[in-house]
């Protein structure tokens, strides 16, 4: 009897020391969920701090592109503008140079006007 007691004894034993790892196990465990929901938390918390700065970091970034929006349109206008005004500078040349090449050359030309202007000043 005393040897059935012994193996009881030895089998009861065997089966404390597999609860017991069980339940460190078990506690590891819980410890690692409990510090994984902490730094859940305090991410949550650092992300909800930073979360009104972000909007307003948005709220510029887009007020700097409509700005830049209307500058670049400003400009886009302004530059129309000077090829516009190059546009009508080269058409006018060429409408001179045309005029010129159609007259006459008259070599007294110069002398002519001299005279004129010259002669009306008398």
Do not use: M
Not at 39 to 68: D, H, W, Y
Not at 93 to 121: H, I
């Amino acid at each position: 009897e005393h040897g059935e007691a012994s193996a009881e004894e030895a089998r009861c034993r065997a089966e404390l020391a597999a609860r017991e790892e069980e339940l460190a196990a078990a506690e590891a465990a819980r410890n690692a969920a409990e510090a994984e929901e902490a730094e859940g938390k305090r991410l949550k918390e650092e992300l909800r701090s930073a979360l009104p700065q972000a909007k307003e970091a948005v709220r510029l970034a887009k007020a700097a592109e409509k700005e830049a929006a209307g500058e670049r349109s400003t400009l886009h206008s302004a530059c129309s503008r000077v090829e516009r005004s190059l546009l009508q500078l080269e058409e006018a040349k060429n409408s001179a140079v045309q005029t010129l090449k159609a007259e006459e050359y008259d070599p007294n030309q110069v002398e002519r006007a001299y005279e004129q202007k010259s002669g009306a000043g008398e």
